[in-house]
């Protein structure tokens, strides 16, 4: 078996102390959602800055993702992000959807303009009312702002005199960011004008698309960074433990064949040794990330827990008493990944314009 080297590791204290936050999705049979809590118990034990959780297409998995999220508020402290796209909604029904979030205590959301649902195309009609995800950012902040209270308290001194409350409760917004490119994209520039839209329309964080080398992120951050994009950009991480969700990966992404990983994955005939060259390949990179100054590290779970937090810990983001499951000590064998559930954790064509 051989494993992706490590980079030299960066300063103990730094690397420990990077925020991180993963991403899951909803489950849909009962066991899987007995499964799901205690992944996400494990998750959050191990204080994550965030669990986003995403959305079917039109909105098909609506109840079931309220449902994992009223769970990460209920049973952690862990903030819950909710994922939102354009698909298929009017203003209304998407105003309707916010407030339901809102209601249930969720104030973060990751805006995206959503995939065609099956069997559409970009041609056809699917958005709704909503054409991009710097509307969509617009609208939660307008559905957040119409829910304060109107609230009067006395002026002392101004016997007759009234102050009105005008605060709301801060409302955090991630949109996707593309280091290599959107599929529908002309060029860097638009893709990084489409950033800096978001950005105006009130996002204050974005999460990339998966990537397969530290340089593509950082060249992408620092050219976002002289165009004038200030908020946060986290880089996405996605574990590639087989050969199978390899090729869905770039299937789904449009990424290039990162050729040395996939020849390990291939030649490797053991489970076992494939996580171990998936985790050793996702520690690698976020060591990178970490080094070159990334404010945090997003990574796709595929609601199991064992795999993301080997990642950390091999990368030193884990604070030492965090208990893990060991890349050299696999977990219990999951159910295989379906293709739906894979594109679940990938930007393929998540939002844009």
């Known amino acids: 078996m051989t494993a992706t080297p490590t980079t030299p590791p960066a300063d103990p204290d730094c690397r420990s102390s990077i925020p991180f936050s993963f991403e899951l999705y909803p489950p849909k049979t ?14 959050a034990a191990a204080r994550p800055k965030f669990i986003s959780v995403t959305y079917g297409a039109s909105g098909s998995s609506r109840t079931s993702s309220l449902d994992v999220l009223r769970y990460i508020r209920r049973a952690t402290i862990v903030d819950p992000m909710a994922h939102l796209t354009c698909v298929g909604s009017s203003h209304a029904e998407a105003s309707s959807l916010i407030r339901e979030f809102l209601d249930a205590g969720v104030s973060s959301f990751l805006a995206l303009r959503g995939d065609p649902p099956e069997g559409l195309t970009e041609n ?9 995800a710097g509307e969509l950012v617009q609208l939660i902040h307008r559905v957040q702002a119409e829910r304060v209270p109107y609230q009067e308290t006395p002026i ?20 996707a960011a593309f280091p290599n490119g959107h599929p529908r994209s002309r060029s860097t520039a638009q893709d990084i004008d489409t950033l800096l839209a978001k950005q105006a329309a009130g996002a204050n964080l974005a999460i990339t698309q998966l990537f397969f080398h530290a340089d593509h992120y950082l060249s992408f951050i620092q050219r976002a960074r002289e165009a004038g994009v200030e908020f946060p950009i986290l880089p996405g991480i996605m574990p590639v433990t087989s050969p199978g969700r390899l090729r869905r990966i770039l299937e789904l992404s449009g990424e290039e064949l990162p050729a040395e990983l996939s020849i390990q994955l291939e030649v490797e005939p053991t489970l076992e040794g494939q996580r171990e060259i998936g985790v050793s390949h996702a520690a690698a990179l976020a060591e990178k990330l970490i080094a070159g100054g990334a404010p945090g590290l997003h990574l796709y779970a595929f609601n199991q827990h064992e795999t993301v937090l080997a990642v950390l810990d091999r990368a030193g983001a884990l604070a030492p008493a965090q208990p893990v499951v ?4 696999p977990p219990p064998t999951h159910p295989s990944t379906s293709p739906a559930d894979t594109r679940a954790g990938i930007h393929s064509t998540k939002d844009h314009y």
Do not use: C, Y
């Open 124 to 132: 056809d009609a699917f958005l709704g009312d909503l054409h991009s």
């Open 30 to 43: 009962d066991a899987a959602t007995t499964a799901l809590h205690a992944t996400i118990d494990a998750l």
């Open 326 to 329: 060991s890349a050299h000590n």
């Open 156 to 175: 002392p001194g101004l016997p007759r005199a009234r102050a009105v409350k005008t605060e709301r409760e801060h409302v955090r917004i991630a949109v």
